[in-house]
């Protein structure tokens, strides 16, 4: 089955924490702080790996959690940091943020990484906050959680050459004769109900891969048919073949036909209408074709490459093929098409904490905040000591009296709330 969609859980493993630990060695009267520091957590890491073809595997898991890191110990032994989970995906797969539809990256390339879940980093031990007048500090940090998100994948195929039509043209058939892939054929239409990839081995060793999308109708920019699940598919082609069934089979007009698909390309994305595009008349075995393809080419003109062809008989093919291979050899890499849902990634500088007054309680948040509270353990006197501190220097005290902030108000930060004290 092909799959080529998926929503998954990926989740960076907590960094571990750091250790609160004294010297003990005889003779040695005065020693100090000898707490290690936690490991850091494992990163979650997509890979592109081009032996791919489709991401059924996230159908049967779709949560995925990297280790955390070793917790710091005595004697100023530091924790093992935790390897990272690496995850192959195919080539071709576009990683967005599910919940704000955010891009992330796209996997083009065989063997590049992108890191989706940053692992926490290690907590410090105590022996990292030992100065001139503290010697004998018993504080330490707990380790920094790592990064959670929901993510789509959205699989395009990458092929050279995309074949396009109306349900019934013959494309399946026409890759079957061309290349060694094996769909489904049958005389009905939408046959085809997922993408086909074939590879065309020319005579002088020439060869590039070819796809077969699955039928397109009216509307199918729109999501009429099967339009938005496969016309991704062709967003990565270089060259279009453009299958007109030339014999009017069930009374449909070939020129008719050619106009309504090239212009369901253009208003699904005007970057498609652009591609260089050869059309193969199709079913030139059937009598009524002859007559049709005159009407197809005064129609076309000079400006598009027309081949009579025969899927069923292989008349036409040889000619076609090696057209296509030339058009190749002067044609770039496919434009990159963005497509209204997806999002441009924008880097904004974010402000370093809010505060904000609801039912009287005033509710502090912010990332570099909330990294500090997860951090802090609350068990420990000193720790909750510098965890205040911390909140003095950023600011957040005097946020508070500015936004009207009483002796005994409640402040809450997470899950924590305590008195304001001015």
Do not use: C
Not at 10 to 29: H, L, M, Q, S, T
């Amino acid at each position: 089955m092909f799959y080529d969609r998926a929503k998954v859980f990926v989740k960076g493993g907590d960094g571990g924490n750091g250790a609160v630990a004294f010297r003990r060695e005889k003779y040695v009267p005065l020693g100090g702080p000898s707490g290690g520091d936690g490991g850091s957590g494992g990163s979650v890491i997509f890979i592109a790996d081009e032996g791919l073809r489709t991401l059924v595997d996230f159908r049967y898991q779709r949560h995925y959690k990297a280790d955390r890191g070793e917790h710091g110990q005595g004697k100023g032994m530091h924790g093992r940091g935790a390897e990272d989970l690496i995850i192959r995906i195919p080539v071709g797969t576009v990683i967005k943020d599910a919940e704000t539809g955010e891009f992330i990256f796209d996997m083009v390339e065989n063997g590049q990484q992108v890191v989706v879940a940053a692992g926490g980093r290690g907590g410090r031990g105590n022996a990292r906050f030992a100065t001139a007048a503290n010697k004998a500090p018993r504080v330490s940090e707990k380790g920094e959680p790592g990064e959670e998100r929901w993510v789509s994948l959205e699989l395009k195929l990458l092929a050279d050459v995309g074949l396009v039509g109306f349900p019934n043209a013959g494309k399946s058939t026409l890759i079957s004769r061309v290349s060694a892939a094996k769909p489904k054929i049958a005389d009905y239409p939408f046959t085809t109900l997922v993408p086909n990839l074939g590879v065309v081995s020319l005579a002088d060793g020439e060869s590039f891969v070819i796809a077969d999308i699955p039928g397109l109708i009216e509307g199918a920019h729109q999501g009429a048919g099967l339009g938005h699940e496969f016309l991704r598919h062709i967003e990565r082609t270089r060259v279009i073949i453009h299958v007109v069934d030339t014999a009017g089979s069930e009374g449909r007009d070939p020129v008719e036909d050619y106009v309504t698909i090239n212009k369901e390309l253009a208003a699904y994305n005007p970057v498609l209408a652009k591609r260089p595009q050869v059309v193969a008349a199709n079913k030139m075995d059937v009598p009524e074709a002859e007559e049709n393809l005159k009407s197809l080419k005064q129609h076309i003109g000079d400006e598009t490459d027309l081949f009579a062809i025969s899927a069923v008989t292989g008349d036409g093919l040889e000619p076609l093929m090696f057209k296509v291979a030339e058009l190749l050899k002067t044609v770039g890499p496919a434009e990159p098409i963005v497509t209204e849902d997806e999002k441009v990634t924008r880097v904004v500088p974010a402000e370093r904490f809010t505060v904000t007054k609801e039912d009287g309680v005033f509710d502090i948040k912010g990332k570099e905040i909330e990294r500090h509270y997860a951090m802090t353990d609350f068990n420990n006197e000193d720790a909750v000591k510098r965890f205040l501190r911390i909140l003095k220097v950023m600011g957040v005290d005097d946020e508070l009296r500015q936004q009207g902030a009483q002796n005994g108000d409640t402040i809450r930060i997470g899950n924590l709330e305590f008195d304001f004290v001015d």
